[in-house]
């Protein structure tokens, strides 16, 4: 096994660490607006149009025959010549802002919780998550990997933990369908935002090489795993909360007790340092790539700011999220259906070893752009 290689197991915990995020504790409060019949509808809408989406990028992948991020891949496929050359710097550095964007949130919600738990310094709790995320990014994808196997389990065994405390108590979930299609659109939003491990994809494939169809297994499930994490946690709230609250595990610990509340609370940090990983290992990825410079600094400039940012008190946690939700949207929207196909045109590898067949059909990839545009919306659009 190579200094960058995965197994499928960690590869597949790669997609799970990097989707599991915040948004899957907000997904409830969307959800007894349209109730359960609403939430399983969405979710695998959701998922059929996320897992399309991601598999396109990994069978632009696959035809590139280079482990390449997304930025680099744009320069292959769309963005040529002068006005491309400033075109993809200008994504870049949009890109750069939406991932900062999201790293800033999981160190700030982490270390709020950390803060109240150990019942120390905001700051220093903060200090304290950074060092331990940052840390594990600075060895790279395989150590990364590694982390992300255990961080699933945890994920996995909390959720488990809640759901069994969870069952003395009475069902009394609305079922719907109901609400306003603002109101549907916003969960969907949020749904495919707990879904979204878009930029972990060149992760997965590079650390299982030449397995293709590896790839496009753990792929799809750790898309269903954070789907069905996703279900869990929504199905536990809207089944017995006297008030399904903004962050869900507020209400769930109030019906359970306070050790549910304590352990929500982990399970919060556990999903956003995996999140921070996974996302923090793209981006410096991403700016190594396009600048040159030595892995180390990338590691730094990929990591660092986001704390500093933090510090200088930019914004609340609730709006780098919704922030990082729409733009991560708009711009994957705009940039990865035309390189889909420029891939299936003109990628080096004619025989890739996997493709999405009759799924990658233009009315498919309609579909696909829909989805995303809709993601955006559901995104930005407010419920209050």
Sequence with gaps: MTE??????????????????????????????VGLIGLA?????????????????????????????????????????????????TVFVFLTIAFLANLAAYVSGAGEIVANLAGIDQHLAEGLVYVISASVVFFGLRAVGVAERFGALVLVGLVAAIGTGALRLPFHAPVGPSGSATQWLALYGMVMYALWTFYSVPQVVKGLGPDRRGAVRAILLGLAINGMLTAAVAVIALGISTEVTKVAIIGISDRVGPWAGITGSLFIVAALVTSYWSVSLALADILRERTGIAGWAAWLLATLPSLLILWMGAWQFLEWLRLAAGATAIVVALITIPMYRQAQR?????????????????????????????????????ID
Aim: charged content about 10%.
């Design 4 to 33: 960058h290689s995965l197994t499928r197991w960690e590869a597949t915990s790669l997609m799970v660490g990097a989707g599991v995020g915040a948004g899957i504790m907000a997904v409830p409060f969307l959800a007894e607006r």
């Design 346 to 382: 003109t990628g080096p590898v004619r025989e890739p070893g996997w493709t999405l067949g009759r799924w990658g059909k233009p009315a498919m990839l309609a579909l696909a752009l829909l989805s995303l545009i809709l993601m955006a919306v559901g995104s930005l659009v407010s």
């Design 41 to 89: 509808v969405v979710l695998p809408v959701a998922w059929a149009a996320s897992s399309l989406i991601h598999l396109m990028l990994a069978e632009v992948l696959f035809r590139t025959g280079q482990d390449l991020q997304i930025v680099e891949l744009m320069r292959l496929y769309l963005l040529h010549g002068r006005i491309g050359h400033w075109l993809l710097w």
